[in-house]
């Protein structure tokens, strides 16, 4: 699966650069739209809660949906020490968002980082949610590049990366626009959505994002995944990968090994879809939502 190491690359890439916001939230950033089932929807990196948008309408009256868009992305403010563990830290937000609001049972619907964090509470707190989504999401991205990692292996490369992504701070702002916009044609195959991609991203924190990608990278929860008592839907992406020599069947088996721990998994690979699926591939995406909600 190196082929894959190619669009890992520029996600990387994407979010080199971003800006330093300031100020620390207390609680996390929640649209709240409409009354029914509760459905937390969390974005991926950089991203603000507005990429459920169209999902959302899609859906419909069905659900109360609980918008998030997490400290440090998209021009929220950052945490106050990031480096302390962003993601033990953002999960005690959304534990506390939960308890807060009384919600009771909720789906949670993670994308990328945001489907990561799902799975993370799916382990933590089995009881909590009544089912988990999970789009475009590994329990360990290390071992696509390197079959063999382990989490303490990983830390030098994941360090370096850290270290480059901080470093290119120094680009101008229109330099950094430039190149994401570069970058987000391998991780959005509907160009419409693009320009919004790129403002999201250079409004974030760039040590947010150096720091969060630094622990998905060293992060390995696929042995936990066992502990996932609730129903989970998975939906990978491929398209990007075919013209570097992978095939929906090469990135299925990839998904089957991350996740064959997991006891009670949908999984499924949009045809078309880059890594923005709902974006990109809606028809599939909304299809296996329906179905499985």
């Given at each position: 699966?190196?082929?894959?190491?190619?669009?890992?690359?520029?996600?990387?890439?994407?979010?080199?650069?971003?800006?330093?916001?300031?100020?620390?939230?207390?609680?996390?950033?929640?649209?709240?739209?409409?009354?029914?089932?509760?459905?937390?929807?969390?974005?991926?990196?950089?991203?603000?809660?507005?990429?459920?948008?169209?999902?959302?309408?899609?859906?419909?009256?069905?659900?109360?949906?609980?918008?998030?868009?997490?400290?440090?992305?998209?021009?929220q403010a950052p945490l106050a020490d990031?480096?302390?563990?962003?993601?033990?830290?953002?999960?005690?937000?959304?534990?506390?968002?939960?308890?807060?609001?009384?919600?009771?049972?909720?789906?949670?619907?993670?994308?990328?980082?945001?489907?990561?964090?799902?799975?993370?509470?799916?382990?933590?707190?089995?009881?909590?949610?009544?089912?988990?989504?999970?789009v475009d999401a590994l329990p360990f991205?290390?071992?696509?590049?390197?079959?063999?990692?382990?989490?303490?292996?990983?830390?030098?490369?994941?360090?370096?990366?850290?270290?480059?992504?901080?470093?290119?701070?120094?680009?101008?702002?229109?330099?950094?626009?430039?190149?994401?916009?570069?970058?987000?044609?391998?991780?959005?195959?509907?160009?419409?959505?693009?320009?919004?991609?790129?403002?999201?991203?250079?409004?974030?924190?760039?040590?947010?994002?150096?720091?969060?990608?630094?622990?998905?990278?060293?992060?390995?929860?696929?042995?936990?995944?066992?502990?996932?008592?609730?129903?989970?839907?998975?939906?990978?992406?491929?398209?990007?990968?075919?013209?570097?020599?992978?095939?929906?069947?090469?990135?299925?088996?990839?998904?089957?090994?991350?996740?064959?721990?997991?006891?009670?998994?949908?999984?499924?690979?949009?045809?078309?879809?880059?890594?923005?699926?709902?974006?990109?591939?809606?028809?599939?995406?909304?299809?296996?939502?329906?179905?499985?909600?």
């Amino acid at each position: 699966m190196k082929k894959v190491v190619v669009r890992l690359i520029a996600i990387i890439a994407f979010v080199v650069g971003l800006q330093v916001q300031a100020s620390t939230p207390s609680k996390l950033n929640a649209r709240v739209i409409g009354e029914g089932q509760p459905m937390i929807m969390i974005p991926g990196l950089t991203c603000d809660g507005a990429v459920w948008d169209s999902t959302i309408e899609a859906l419909g009256d069905k659900y109360q949906y609980h918008v998030l868009t997490l400290p440090g992305f998209a021009g929220q403010a950052p945490l106050a020490d990031v480096e302390a563990g962003f993601f033990s830290q953002i999960k005690s937000l959304v534990y506390q968002y939960i308890e807060d609001n009384k919600i009771e049972k909720p789906i949670i619907v993670g994308h990328s980082l945001g489907g990561f964090l799902a799975l993370q509470i799916g382990i933590e707190k089995p009881e909590l949610a009544e089912k988990l989504v999970v789009v475009d999401a590994l329990p360990f991205m290390t071992a696509i590049q390197m079959p063999t990692a382990t989490e303490e292996s990983a830390k030098p490369f994941a360090q370096n990366m850290k270290t480059q992504m901080k470093a290119a701070a120094s680009q101008t702002d229109e330099q950094k626009r430039t190149f994401q916009q570069m970058q987000l044609q391998s991780l959005i195959r509907n160009k419409k959505y693009i320009e919004t991609a790129t403002n999201w991203g250079v409004s974030s924190d760039m040590n947010t994002v150096a720091q969060a990608m630094y622990e998905m990278y060293t992060t390995d929860i696929r042995a936990d995944l066992a502990k996932i008592k609730v129903p989970t839907l998975v939906l990978g992406a491929w398209a990007a990968y075919e013209s570097y020599g992978s095939t929906k069947e090469s990135v299925m088996n990839m998904y089957k090994a991350q996740y064959a721990k997991h006891p009670n998994l949908k999984l499924d690979i949009s045809e078309g879809g880059y890594h923005f699926i709902m974006w990109d591939d809606p028809e599939f995406f909304l299809n296996w939502l329906n179905k499985f909600l």
